[in-house]
């Protein structure tokens, strides 16, 4: 059964009762017709048989009573629209709550879709780092290969050149201190690799927790709308032996909203404090900048 067979059936439940009002109306109306008849015949043999006058004034009392009778019975009937009329509006209250709780969870919607958006930014700047250090380590490697072949050219002057062995060796001392500066920047290199490998650890941290926040505020939205579907049982049908179901219901969904809520709320304690230490790490210091 689709929502909307929930939502019509009271409607054409009402228009029924309306229908099988207007008939009841056209049979009283009828009725009213043929008791006018009747009076008039009444009367007639009234005029034609005075005998018969405590008899005739009997039936009047008679018809009489019966006119307040059908009367009575239009008073119910106006009560009843009245109560038709009555839960006609409070099925229109039911929709109208129902589009605020759609509109509610269309902002959520969109509050996630920005968080994703977030993060899709910070894995392209990760992703972005990676590809500098990837260039920086094919620098390296090709200033290695130019040492290598350097120091090779160097031999072969050596065995070639023995009268320039001063000159070499001075040109030795020189490649000593260029081979020093290298070792240096390969070390402050390998330290700033270091740096940025915590970083990015406690991103993957960060990462690990704006996960579970998310499937926090899944608990929340499923709990969210089982609330909304037990309160419409709850409306819908009234209080019946459905009702203890109608409870379990919403019990179970504040249950799962509080737990989904403490989560959430634990893990962006968690967040803030990641982001507190990326604040004061150097390599994702040197990643923004």
């Known amino acids: 059964m689709s929502p909307g067979t929930h939502t019509d059936y009271p409607q054409y439940e009402i228009l029924e009762k309306i229908k099988e009002l207007v008939a009841k109306s056209i049979e009283v109306k009828e009725l009213e017709v043929g008791l006018s008849r009747k009076r008039t015949e009444l009367a007639g043999q009234t005029y034609q048989a005075t005998a018969t006058l405590v008899e005739l004034s009997s039936s009047t009392a008679q018809y009489n009573e019966a006119q307040t009778g059908m009367a009575r019975e239009r008073t119910a009937l106006t009560r009843e629209q009245t109560r038709l009329s009555t839960k006609a509006t409070e099925l229109a209250n039911i929709r109208t709550e129902l589009g605020r709780e759609r509109t509610s969870l269309a902002n959520q919607r969109t509050d996630l879709c920005v968080v994703r958006t977030d993060m899709a930014r910070q894995r392209t700047s990760l992703a972005q780092g990676r590809t500098d250090l990837a260039q920086m380590r094919t620098q390296l490697a090709e200033g290695r290969t130019d040492l290598a072949n350097t120091r090779t050219d160097f031999s072969r002057q050596r065995t070639e050149l023995a009268q320039s062995r001063t000159d070499l060796a001075g040109q030795r001392t020189d490649l000593a201190h260029t081979r020093t500066d290298l070792s240096r920047g390969r070390t402050q290199m390998a330290t700033d690799r270091t740096v940025r490998a915590r970083t990015r ?19 929340i939205r499923t709990g969210l709308a089982f609330l909304t579907l037990g309160i419409g049982f709850l409306r819908y049908f009234g209080l019946s032996w459905w009702s203890l179901f109608d409870g379990f219901l919403i019990a179970g969904s504040a249950v799962m909203i509080a737990y989904g809520g403490a989560g959430y709320f634990r893990s962006g304690k968690k967040v803030q404090g990641i982001g507190g230490s990326l604040s004061t790490d150097a390599g994702f210091m040197d990643l923004v900048n």
Do not use: W
Request: glycine letters at 0%; proline letters at 0%.
């Open 201 to 219: 650890t406690r991103l993957s941290f960060q990462r690990t927790e704006l996960a579970r926040q998310r499937t926090f505020l899944a608990f």
